[in-house]
């Protein structure tokens, strides 16, 4: 059973955890922590993630043994990512996710996910939010219950589901990026031509491009 440790305020969530697996054995993996504040979160390409009480803070670790058996690390964010969109639109959300890891309401986001590796453990944080956002972000389309989201978010990541059948389901869905763009080596470019290969990577003008978060 994956523990829960629900806090009031961190510096950020992933920090939190990092210094916490210094300490934790692997028989107490995995875990996840959740705080109502954060004051320093870390966001994609070393960007913060702004704080704001009552968002949505999470971050969790894996052991990489404990992690679908076709799954490749590159693909992480996209495999953990689409598993917190899913419960999203169970609740009732139109979200959708933009590759690799960003959560989007139409053309704004409203968070996002970054996995890295700590020796063997796979860590994952995500930010969304849910009552309040930045200027040029957005917020969630549903009311929802914090607790009951993580909770059943971290339900679907126990039942360690094989990446082709979480890719199936995202593939259907990957034509909502075609209007966006990502960047690339600090380029903005252009999804509207590019292919989801099967191994999560994309396609753009016979360039094989990988998350690299």
Known sequence: MLQI????????????????????????LPIA?????????????????????????????IPLDKLPQDLKLESASIYFAYLLKET????GSEVF????NDFYIKDKKIGG?????????????????????????????IELDKRQLIEGYLKKVEKNLLWKKVFRKYKLEFHNNHKLFVHIKNKKVSLSNAKLEED????IDGERIYSLR
Not at 17 to 26: A, D, G, S
Not at 115 to 131: A, D, M, S
Not at 200 to 203: A, H, I
């Open 5 to 28: 440790l629900y806090l009031d305020e961190v510096d950020s969530t992933q920090t939190y955890l990092k210094n916490l697996l210094q300490k934790t054995t692997q028989q107490k």
């Open 33 to 61: 922590v959740s705080s109502e504040m954060q004051t320093n979160g870390i966001g994609s390409r070393d960007n913060s993630w702004s704080g704001i009480r009552g968002n949505l803070f999470l971050s969790f670790a």
């Open 88 to 91: 999203l639109s169970e609740l």
């Open 97 to 100: 996710l933009k590759w690799p």
């Open 113 to 141: 996910m970054i996995t890295n590796i700590i020796e063997n453990t796979l860590v994952c944080g995500v930010g969304i939010n849910l009552i309040e956002a930045p200027v040029e972000f957005e917020i969630i389309d």
């Open 200 to 203: 999560g990577s994309l396609n």
